[in-house]
């Protein structure tokens, strides 16, 4: 995959490195210090501080994830939510109105709609599928658009070519969640937006050892980004920003296996008797599956499901596989299960939940790089004890 001067595979690696490498370290070391020596920098923004998010581990991670999506630079964060909320507070002002998709992760979905009008700002939620709807929801004073690459959880697939041209049109901000997707299978400056936002909690690190997020764009928006940031404290510690980088490197191969064994396995689960549905972009029968052909690189790692029998069935699932682990978050190398209805949208009242297609007994599914016939064989047995 060649997406600029050099293949993503090696930019991942290489990109942000310092030159030449210090005291000839071929891993970027940790600079586990708060305070830095002042050496004349012009401005309080260019001191050496981990709160500015500016210390060598954050710099070299800032390259390293511009470089991941052909993008101008980056920001790194304390957590996903920490760049979501920092960007949408940066960008929007007392009076200020926003799209966001309707079907967002939880805690985005939150945070939208019980702390932003605190702060005076409005919000529609949109269908991200309906193009021809988003203008009758425009205001004179609306200035954003927010969408997510692949939703949380039913991997719908929004019409993304339709948000970038009216976003331009318009003179909005857009904005993409594009954690489900990862840079490996989508990188959104590329098709025109404004900003990619990620929790590096996610695919990025892939080890399910840190929290994280990033902030990815022209520094026309991650500057004023990057100084919200430092004033409101969530910056990223050099350990977990160490993490971060050295996870980056292994992005490409093991989101590449993600995909080809999430593909398998969701062919397997969709043509068992036991399974209702199966929402995964890579299959035919997904609603999402062409624009998501048309979109992507890869289909991803991430799919939910629906088995027969309800709440009841979906716990007996939970309890029965023996290789996927029981809990929230995702991207890492173990596989991931959970129930949407007491985990990523336990927040989100039912009725809001089930408005959106989230059932109480959907599955969620995060595949990790277990072999692909292991996690056949395992959902198999499991599926035979519902």
């Known amino acids: 995959m060649k997406t600029g001067n ?23 070391p940790i600079f586990q210090s708060s305070t830095f ?3 004349g920098e012009p401005g309080y923004y260019n001191l050496k501080y981990i709160r500015l998010n500016n210390t060598p581990n954050h710099i070299a991670l800032h390259r390293k994830l511009a470089a991941s999506e052909n993008a101008e630079t ?52 949109i269908d991200g599928s309906a193009p021809e709807t988003w203008a009758a929801k425009c205001r004179p004073n609306t200035r954003a658009i927010l ?12 019409d993304l070519k339709a948000v970038v041209a009216f976003a331009r049109k318009n003179s909005f901000v857009s904005l993409i969640d594009n954690t489900f997707a990862s840079p490996v299978n989508f990188r959104p400056v590329e098709w025109g937006f404004d900003l990619s936002l990620h ?25 004023p ?16 920003c160490f993490l971060l980088h050295r996870g980056m490197k292994t992005l490409g191969v093991r989101v590449r296996y993600q995909n080809d064994s999430a593909f398998k396995l969701a062919q397997f689960l969709e043509s068992h008797p036991a399974i209702q549905s199966v929402h995964y972009p890579g299959l035919k029968s997904h609603s999402g599956h062409m624009r998501a052909g048309e979109l992507l690189d890869g289909f991803g790692g991430m799919m939910s499901f629906e088995v027969k029998g309800g709440v009841n069935a979906a716990d007996r699932i939970l309890e029965n596989v023996t290789l996927p682990i029981s809990a929230p978050s995702l991207g890492g190398v173990e596989s991931l299960i959970t129930r949407p209805a007491i985990t990523s949208h336990a927040g989100v009242p039912p009725e809001e939940r089930r408005a959106m297609g989230i059932s109480d007994s959907l599955i969620r599914l995060s595949v990790g790089l277990e072999a692909s016939e292991d996690l056949m064989e395992d959902f198999e047995q499991a599926l035979k004890r519902v």
């Not at 050099?6 to 970027?28: F, N, Q, Y």
């Not at 007392?94 to 998709?101: E, I, M, S, T, W």
């Not at 969408?147 to 929004?158: G, K």
Request: aromatic share 6%; charged share 15%; proline share 5%.
């Open 6 to 28: 050099r293949h993503l595979d090696t930019r991942l690696i290489h990109a942000g490195e310092p030159k030449p490498p210090i005291e000839g370290a071929v891993s970027m």
């Open 37 to 39: 020596a002042a050496e």
């Open 74 to 125: 980056a920001l790194v964060t304390a957590s996903g939510m920490a760049a979501i909320s920092t960007t949408l507070l940066a960008i929007l002002s007392v009076g200020d109105h926003f799209l966001a998709q309707d079907c967002l992760y939880g805690g985005t979905n939150d945070f939208i709609t019980e702390d932003l009008p605190a702060c005076g700002i409005s919000f529609d939620f």
């Open 147 to 158: 969408v997510e690459t692949l939703t949380n959880p039913l991997l719908q697939v929004a």
């Open 199 to 223: 929790s590096g909690t996610k695919y990025l690190n892939g080890h399910s050892d840190i929290v994280a997020g990033a902030v990815i764009g022209s520094s026309t928006w991650v500057d």
């Open 225 to 240: 980004i990057a100084r919200k940031l430092a004033r409101l404290g969530g910056s990223l510690d050099p350990h977990a």
